[in-house]
T-cell receptor, first 115, second 110 residues
Framework: EAGVVQSPRYKIIEKKQPVAFWCNPI?????LYWYLQNLGQGPELLIR????????DSQLPKDRFSAERLKGVDSTLKIQPAELGDSAVYLC?????????????FGEGSRLTVL | QKEVEQDPGPLSVPEGAIVSLNCTYS??????FMWYRQYSRKGPELLMY????GNKEDGRFTAQVDKSSKYISLFIRDSQPSDSATYLC??????????FGKGTMLLVSP
């Protein structure tokens, strides 16, 4: 069974440029998460989708970050414009059900460097 | 105070040692307790999870939860160099957000 697929794995951009990350969750998983992981820190939730609906986006900086999950499968996370402090790893995860028992399946992450 | 506290390490041990990794949490509503393992430049992977208090064993790994003291532990017996990774504890309650600790980096030397 294929795992969570993310692309690109690495991205280097200059500040003020836009960037987008793509995630394909495990087939059949209704819930999709985007997490931010800074160096030496644990993942922090940015947004959680239940099918197409964003059910928790309270930690998403909406002035520059946006996300979508069209048709309840793939998802895209966008940053525009990027700032130096956005350099981090962006992790996508999926799970089968909304009842959060903590069993999440993570992708390998997209590592962003903003110069 | 963060909801989940974890010593970042690094923790260095020789091969074969018994490793003890620990976390504390503040929210008594947490019901599920997880340990994720994260290798360098990889995403976290679920290692073990327990519901409520008690012990759970899986091979060389034992997870322990003490809800009375809000303490979560992971023990690794006969540690191997392949166990070298960052170990993240995490907790959740029902439909709430999964909350991670900072992670403890473990280095097992041959």
């Amino acid at each position: 069974e294929a795992g969570v697929v993310q692309s690109p794995r690495y991205k280097i951009i200059e500040k003020k440029q836009p960037v987008a990350f793509w995630c394909n969750p495990i087939s059949g998983h209704n819930t999709l998460y985007w997490y931010l992981q800074n160096l030496g820190q644990g993942p922090e939730l940015l947004i959680r989708y239940e099918n197409e609906e964003a059910v928790d986006d309270s930690q998403l900086p909406k002035d520059r970050f946006s996300a979508e999950r069209l048709k309840g499968v793939d998802s895209t996370l966008k940053i525009q414009p990027a700032e130096l402090g956005d350099s981090a790893v962006y992790l996508c995860a999926s799970s089968f059900s909304f009842e959060n028992t903590g069993e999440l399946f993570f992708g390998e992450g997209s590592r962003l460097t903003v110069l | 105070q963060k909801e989940v506290e974890q010593d970042p390490g690094p923790l260095s041990v020789p091969e074969g040692a018994i490793v003890s990794l620990n976390c504390t949490y503040s929210n008594s509503a947490f019901q599920y307790f997880m340990w994720y393992r994260q290798y360098s430049r990889k995403g976290p992977e679920l290692l073990m999870y327990t519901y409520s208090s008690g012990n759970k064993e899986d091979g060389r790994f034992t997870a322990q939860v003490d809800k009375s003291s809000k303490y979560i532990s992971l023990f690794i017996r006969d540690s191997q160099p392949s166990d070298s990774a960052t170990y993240l504890c995490a907790t959740v309650s029902g439909y709430s957000t999964l909350t991670f600790g900072k992670g403890t980096m473990l280095l097992v030397s041959p």
